[in-house]
C-alpha cells in the first residue's frame, strides 16, 4: 500500500515522493542495504523497533505513527500478502514450483507486516517479545501436550 500517499491524501496534500536519483545516491543505498543485510542474520525485535523509530524520527513521519493508522496499514500489507497466495490452491511446505522472484516479495509483504506490528505495539506501549513470550507459556498451559509414554 502506498501508506505515504494515504497520509498525505488524507491530509488534503500531495507531495512528491523522494527517491534517490544521482548515481552517488543510488550507490549509497546500495552500501546501505548490503551493511544492513550483514547485520540482519540475527536481528531481535528490540532492534527492529529502534530502526523503525530512527526511521520515522528522520523523515518527520511520527505524527502519521498513530496506532490506528499503523492497525490500518498493517491490515492492508496483509491485503497484499494475501495476493500472493490468491487462486493458488494449497500451497506446499517450502512453496516449490516459486520463483525466486515470488519468494523475494513474499518476504517483503511478510516484513511490512512484521514492521507494521512491530510499531503498532510500540506505539501502544506493549513489549511484544514480552508479551509473545507470554502468550506461549499461557498457550501452553490451555493446549498441554500429551504425555509421551517412554
Ligand atoms: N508512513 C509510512 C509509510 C511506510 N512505512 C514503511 C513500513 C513498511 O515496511 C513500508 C510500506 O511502504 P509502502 O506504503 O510504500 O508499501 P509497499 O512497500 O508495500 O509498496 P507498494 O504498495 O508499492 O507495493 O514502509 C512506514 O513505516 N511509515
Not at 114 to 139: E, P, W
Request: charged fraction near 35%; glycine fraction near 6%.
Amino acid at each position: 500500500m502506498q501508506f505515504r500517499r494515504f497520509f498525505f491524501f488524507a491530509r488534503g496534500e500531495m507531495e512528491v515522493e523522494k527517491k534517490a536519483t544521482t548515481v552517488e545516491e543510488v550507490r549509497g543505498v546500495e552500501e546501505e542495504t548490503k551493511k544492513e543485510e550483514a547485520a540482519a542474520s540475527d536481528v531481535s525485535l528490540k532492534e527492529l523497533s529502534k530502526k523503525l523509530d530512527d526511521f520515522a524520527k528522520e523523515r518527520d513521519w511520527e505524527m502519521y505513527h498513530a496506532p490506528r493508522n499503523l492497525l490500518l496499514a498493517m491490515i492492508a500489507e496483509v491485503g497484499e500478502l494475501s495476493e500472493l497466495f490468491m487462486w493458488k490452491g494449497e500451497v506446499a511446505k517450502g512453496l516449490p514450483g516459486w520463483k525466486e522472484s515470488e519468494k523475494e516479495h513474499l518476504g517483503e509483504e511478510l516484513s511490512d507486516v512484521l514492521l507494521y506490528l512491530i510499531r503498532l505495539s510500540d506505539m501502544c506501549g506493549v513489549d511484544l517479545g514480552d508479551a509473545a513470550t507470554r502468550k506461549i507459556v499461557k498457550n501452553a498451559v490451555k493446549y498441554p501436550a500429551p504425555s509421551k509414554s517412554t
